[in-house]
């Protein structure tokens, strides 16, 4: 039976969680709702429904649609993820299975390496990346795609470790045994363990790549607009917004990204938890 301190702190942990979940839902509801509104009442009257005089229809989502090139936007922000996560998923699996398996100084010091980029700020390196990229000509969206892979490495190649340390290398050692060569028995065993933490990666990166505007901004500028660098360019002269049009491009951004991460977050703590094991 359950104590009264008990229920009191289950109570508490219940308002606690309730009041957080109302302040990280209070911003994206606020944008959807002033969405809806003309861009000369927003400022007026931010926290209030639309009404009879504020409510503009579809307006400003027609507006910002052909203002941005949304569908412009939002086909190269699908292909930049779509490619970025999945060159992140398989290179990072196949580091993390060598660097687990190899026992050696190199693959030690490589893992260190991958775990301590993970804790450098971005902004220490994003100048000199930037030049060089432009150097080597990375600066255009097959290049972006080379550079998230860089810089989502170290998170990724984390989590593929720690699971692949709870694989028995028996499995492979008989698979390898009946003919398969080590790349045959990664994609044929080894990968598909490893779905749990490959969906998780995948979650990770997808939210981060999608909603990413500094290193687009950086590499590619507006020659390749993604939709975040299409709704920055709805700011006009002498620092003038359109925010009708951008409430409304804001919520057709979140809208895709809100409804992969609903879809696939039970995968989120199943792999994170399984990444975690040591072996």
Known sequence: METKPSKIKDSLSFIVLFLLSIAFLAPIFIVLMNS????????????????????SGLENYVGGIAKTDFMSAFGMSVFITVCSVAVIVLFTSMTAWYITRVKSKFTSMLYYVFVFSMIVPF????????????????????????IYLGFGSGLSVF????????????????????????????????LPILKPTAMTVAILNVMWVWNDYLLPDLIIGTEY????????????????????????????????IVIFYLSCQKYIIEGVVAGAVKG
Do not use: R, W
């Open 225 to 256: 607009k993604t939709i975040p660098i299409a709704i920055q360019y709805l700011k006009g002269g002498y620092g003038s917004i359109d925010m009708g049009a951008m409430m409304a491009m804001l919520v057709l951004a979140i809208v895709p």
């Open 159 to 190: 989590l593929f470790s720690g699971f692949v340390k709870s694989i028995p290398i028996e499995i492979e050692e008989a698979v390898m045994m009946d003919g398969c060569n080590p790349v045959q028995a990664f994609f044929s065993i080894v």
């Open 123 to 146: 902004q220490m390196v994003m100048f000199t990346m930037s030049k060089v990229a432009n150097i080597i000509h990375l600066d255009n969206p097959i290049g972006l795609i080379l």
């Open 36 to 55: 809806f509104k003309g861009k000369f009442y927003i400022s007026d009257t931010p926290f209030l429904f639309p009404n009879s005089t504020t409510f």
